[in-house]
T-cell receptor
Framework: GAGVSQSPRYKVAKRGQDVALRCDPISGHVSLFWYQQALGQGPEFLTYFQNEAQLDKSGLPSDRFFAERPEGSVSTLKIQRTQQEDSAVYLC?????????????FGDGTRLSIL | SQQGEEDPQALSIQEGENATMNCSYKTSINNLQWYRQNSGRGLVHLILIRSNEREKHSGRLRVTLDTSKKSSSLLITASRAADTASYFCATIRSASKIIFGSGTRLSIRP
């Protein structure tokens, strides 16, 4: 596709359930980022992949959060045993280069609501 | 906490006027990027300015960077209704050290 695609666009889950969020980056983009965006705030960095390698996961809030990009293209962010504070928009972005000297291209995000 | 902080938090102007938003940061950077976000959508890249550049233009956008003051500004000239959005600065220190500010919500009155 032409841009970054995220699915689902909306996800409602009960507290304690596991969820999986998918990101299809732009073909050929080396770098992939996940962000969490609370209402009225800027995106907060969660994790970064260079191809299939997860080079930085320092922003993941807890060990309930897990991300993977096994073949260096599609990525999945998984949240286990969801809690109400996990409610947010999760954004994925991809970039052509390794060093963020090029712009990031964002998907429209997954809005996660935990009841 | 966020490194980049935008000022003002909200701005409402008349269509046709210019809009200026500011961003301050705390540590040294490789480059600084400005993004726009329409409600319910992802961020769209507007302009990237490198640490050795002082000013860049793109259409109706003008960005300045003052590394001595650790600040940047985004000027939108001749504003239009379609410019209504939130605007974020992002400071980049390395491949994964990117920090977004909390944004300026811009409203253009017809």
């Amino acid at each position: 596709g032409a841009g970054v695609s995220q699915s689902p666009r909306y996800k409602v889950a009960k507290r304690g359930q596991d969820v999986a969020l998918r990101c299809d980056p732009i073909s050929g983009h080396v770098s992939l980022f996940w962000y969490q965006q609370a209402l009225g705030q800027g995106p907060e960095f969660l994790t970064y992949f260079q191809n299939e390698a997860q080079l930085d996961k320092s922003g993941l809030p807890s060990d309930r959060f897990f991300a993977e990009r096994p073949e260096g293209s599609v990525s999945t962010l998984k949240i286990q045993r969801t809690q109400q504070e996990d409610s947010a928009v999760y954004l994925c972005a991809s970039s052509l280069d390794r060093g963020l000297q090029q712009p990031q291209h964002f998907g429209d995000g997954t809005r996660l609501s935990i009841l | 906490s966020q490194q980049g902080e935008e000022d003002p938090q909200a701005l409402s102007i008349q269509e046709g006027e210019n809009a200026t938003m500011n961003c301050s940061y705390k540590t040294s950077i490789n480059n600084l990027q400005w993004y726009r976000q329409n409600s319910g959508r992802g961020l769209v890249h507007l302009i990237l300015i490198r640490s050795n550049e002082r000013e860049k233009h793109s259409g109706r956008l003008r960005v300045t960077l003052d590394t001595s003051k650790k600040s940047s500004s985004l000027l939108i000239t001749a504003s239009r209704a379609a410019d209504t959005a939130s605007y974020f600065c992002a400071t980049i220190r390395s491949a994964s050290k990117i920090i977004f500010g909390s944004g300026t919500r811009l409203s253009i009155r017809p």
